[in-house]
Every structure is written in C-alpha cells, then in structure tokens.
C-alpha cells in the first residue's frame, strides 16, 4: 500500500512540475510588477524597447504568422458522431448445443462423406475448446447454417453479409438523422468474403449514396481490419472538408465455416459469430456537440516482414483439399511481440511524463546492468487510458494482454462479456465493447479509450477515443435488454460460467 502511495505522490509530482514551478514564479514575478511606478516603466521603455524595434517588429510578425500558419494547415479533428452494432434476430440464437449440432450437420452435408459422420473424435475435441472458450449460450449464428440441410452456398453467405451490413446501417442512419447521400466517403471491410459487385457498392446500391462517393473495399485484412478501416477514413476526412464517413466493419460465417478434419483448422469455427458495426465520422466543426468521440490517435503495427508472423494465421486447403484458416503454433508469441511493436509506438503519444521517465530510467539501467535488472518497466496505462477495448478474438488473447498490460479484472470486464454474449465478431468486437463500457454509465466526459484489435498478417492495430461528453447507450444497443445480467463469472480453469449471471452493476 506504501508503495503505491508512493508512486500515486510521484506521478502527481511529476505531471503537475510545470504547474508547481510556474505558479510561484509566476507569483514573484506579479510581486515585482506590483512595485513597479511609471517612472520606472518610461526607463524600461526608453533604455530597452525603443532601440530595439528593429528587432522585436520582426520578432512578432514571425510569431503571428507562424502561429496563423499552424491553425490554417493542422488537421481537422476527427468526431465518432455514433456507430450502431448489429443484434441478430432472436431465432439465430445459438447455444453451445446448438452450435455443435451445427458442426455435426455441415460435415455430414460434406458430399465427400455420403451423408455420414461417425468419427466422434473431432466431437468431442470441438467441445472442449468451445466450452473453454469463454463463449455463452446467447451467441448467434448465420440462418443458412441453422437451417437442415444447412446452407452452406454463395446465395446464403451473400444474405448474411447483406443481412448484417444493411441491419448496422438502418440503425445508425434513424439514430443519426443524417441522409444517406450526404456521406462523402465509405470504407467497408470483410475479410473472408468479397463477392463482384464488392460490398461497399451493394451499400451504394441500398441506400443510394451519391455518385462522387469515396468508396473503398477492404479484404484479407483480418480481425484488425477495422481500426484499419479508421484510419484510413481518418486520413480522407484531413484531405476532404466538411462531409462524413462511413465505416463498416463485419465478417462472414456461412462461406468460411470449416467442414474437414484439420484440427488447428477446426479452431475457428468454435470463436466465430456472426455481427457488425457502422461507425459514422466527421469532421464538421458543428457536429461537435452532437458527436460522442474525438479521435485522438491510431497507430498500426506490420510484422509481414517476418515469415512466422506472415503464415502464423493463413488460409488454405487442408489435406482433402477443404478450404480453412489454420493457426500455428507460434502464434501466441507472434501476437506478444507484435502488441509489443505496438505499445511500443503508441506509449510515448499517450503516456504521461512520470511514466515515460521511469521507462527511460529502466531501459538505460538494463544496458548498464544486464545481470541486475532483468526486465523492462511496464508503464502503467491506467494513468493515461480510463477504459480498454481489448479484441475478443479469444479468452486466451484476453488473459495474455490483460496480464502483459497489469490491468484489472473490471477493465477487461468489457472485453470477457463481448466475448461470451456475442462471441468473436472478428473486426467488429471492439464496437461491441466501446457499446457494454457505455451501457454500464461508465464513459464520462474526458475519459479516453483504447480500442486494441489483432489480425492476420500479423498486425495488431490501435486507435484511442477521448468522449466528448457523458457517453450514454445509443439506442437499439446489443446490450439494451441485457447489461443488468453481466458482467457473467466464468470458471478460471473451465472457462465455463460457474453461475447463470452476476450483478452487473457498476
């Protein structure tokens, strides 16, 4: 407890310096000043000023222009106006059961296997790792899996693509009041399906977006793709004025489900669920008011350069040629070392200066003294980040980075119940938890936010919000009817729930 005082008392130090010397000077100064007559001002005038006009003209006109020059040419702020994430309807439900039920009737409807599936092995491995996933009972699935036969065509993953995008949109569009043609730029990302036309022009196509509309289509981006997405429509809103974005985020289940025997292939199946996002941006100085966030920075982070991150995560043919994403085994410590790049850039754009000097002190120590000090200082991101929006790509992901960043069980709180409500949305989890930290009347004017999300390639991306006010839940939120029930106390060994619900109260 001393301890933490201790460093409590240092950081207020540190952070407050410049407050603590200016205003004592600042104080003798005025003194000064006070004391001071007009005799003394004229001497002051005519010994100093009026011989040095020359200089100080220039001076002056320099620090004007120089000052008009940085407002004119800064970037514009970038406003998160409101995003909707999609809740699928209630009879796509899909429990635990019902998801293996699932696996066993997409395999038997392999032609390759005549209408049989009598290898229960694979069972019984898929119903571990679903049930130590951290995955509940309320995640939804895709129709044309639920139906028998199930659907596994191009038609139906088209209707779940469409389905979802096309629910985000309507939304976020009757919660906004803004038009549809009034939208300059669009970003739509989906990495395992991009049929012709691609995704952002069927969004043209539905709600008839003009026709200089600044579209993109991003694909094979994976789960990080969204703050991708972002940052890309962060850096078109800086190039065009005064018009809104468009970010859509979603992934496909129905196209990509696996349905051979490649166990590390298998994996997937037991994370994914179907969801999306809509985030609508601006930078109309007017839509300040109205706007929930402010974008303060994105940092991306590409380990491709090296050839265990690049196949770490890959697509392919398994042994009978079925198509799946198989996950290596170097994938935990690909994931930590790429988060690592990442912290490592972002850190010093967000860290508060006590952090950054005990760092320093740290990383010079351990040059000096390798034998003595064996591990760098993990700054605490707490002191600059009040709420962590951590990618629900598993439990697994969760714990590493909960444990690498010292963070505490309610700031991953939001993170565990995306997990188990909604499953692994893949680029969208990240709106799901921004929606839960919102509906439990935790985002408080000031407080800054930051949206942590992992993909193929290997990259780990990075985008951190400050809200502009008291951030409540947008309406037809997916927690509306359901943040009382969390967050839900999950076995630590099992990763089962030990009990149905938990107060949720914040």
């Known amino acids: 407890m001393t301890s933490v005082n201790v460093k409590l008392l240092y950081h207020y130090v540190i952070t407050n310096l410049f407050n603590l010397c200016f205003f004592p000077l600042t104080a003798i100064v005025a003194g000064k000043a006070y004391r001071l007559t007009i005799d003394d001002l004229h001497h002051l005038y005519y010994s100093y000023l009026q011989h040095n006009l020359i200089t100080i003209a220039p001076l002056f006109a320099f620090t004007v222009f120089g000052s008009v020059l940085y407002i004119a040419t800064r970037p514009k702020p970038v406003y998160l106006v409101e995003y909707s994430c999609y809740l699928p309807p209630t009879h796509c439900r899909s429990s635990i059961s019902k ?12 032609p390759s296997r005549n ?23 309320e995640t939804h699935g895709p129709e044309g899996l639920l139906q028998v036969p199930p659907r596994k065509t191009f038609a139906a993953a088209r209707e779940e693509t469409e389905q979802v995008i096309i629910g985000a949109l309507e939304n976020l569009f009757k919660n906004t009041n803004v038009n549809p043609k009034d939208i300059g730029i669009l970003v739509v990302n989906s990495s395992m399906f991009n049929p012709t036309p691609s995704l952002s022009a069927m969004v043209v196509n539905t709600f008839k977006l003009r026709s200089n509309v600044r579209s993109f289509n991003l694909g094979g981006m994976g789960c990080s793709a969204g703050v991708i997405a972002i940052d890309l429509a962060k850096d078109l809103l800086h190039v065009h004025k005064n018009t809104y974005a468009l970010v859509v985020s979603t992934e496909n289940i129905t196209y990509n489900i696996y349905a051979g025997d490649n166990r590390s292939m298998m994996v997937s199946n037991c994370l994914f669920r179907v969801g999306g996002a809509a985030i609508l941006l601006s930078n109309k100085p007017g839509d300040r008011r109205r706007s929930k966030y402010e974008l303060v920075h994105t940092v991306r982070t590409h380990t491709g350069a090296d050839d265990k991150s690049f196949r770490c995560v890959q697509q392919g043919d398994d042994e009978n040629g079925k ?7 170097d994938i935990t410590d690909v994931a930590g070392r790429t988060v690592k790049k990442n912290i490592a850039t972002l850190g010093p754009l967000i860290l508060p200066l006590s952090e950054k000097l005990l760092f320093f002190v740290t990383f010079m120590g351990k040059k000096l003294f390798k034998d003595k000090i064996k591990h760098y200082y993990v700054p605490d991101f707490k002191l600059a980040i009040d709420h962590f929006c951590i990618h629900a ?9 909960e444990k ?3 963070l505490a069980p309610i700031d991953v709180e939001a993170s565990r119940s995306t997990l188990h409500r909604s499953g692994n949305t893949s680029s969208s989890s990240i709106w799901y938890e921004l929606a839960y930290i919102e509906a439990k009347g935790r985002m408080k004017k000031g407080n800054k936010v930051w949206q942590i999300a992992l993909g193929s390639g ?20 997916p927690w509306e009817h359901c943040i009382d029930r969390y967050p839900v106390k999950i076995d630590s060994d099992s990763g089962k729930s030990e009990t149905r619900v938990q107060n949720g109260r914040s």
């Open 99 to 110: 998801v293996m039920d699932i696996f066993y009737q997409v395999r038997k409807a392999d």
């Open 393 to 401: 790509g598993g439990r697994a992901v969760i714990d590493v980075l």
């Open 323 to 329: 198509i799946g994403v198989s996950l290596s085994k």
């Open 458 to 477: 290997f990259k780990c991306n990075s985008a951190v919000w400050v809200a502009l006010n008291n951030v409540k839940a947008s309406t037809n939120s």
């Open 115 to 137: 209408g049989t599936c009598d290898d229960s092995s694979w069972l019984d491995f898929l119903r571990k790792i679903q049930e130590r996933s951290g995955l509940g009972d």
């Open 404 to 406: 690498n960043l010292g």
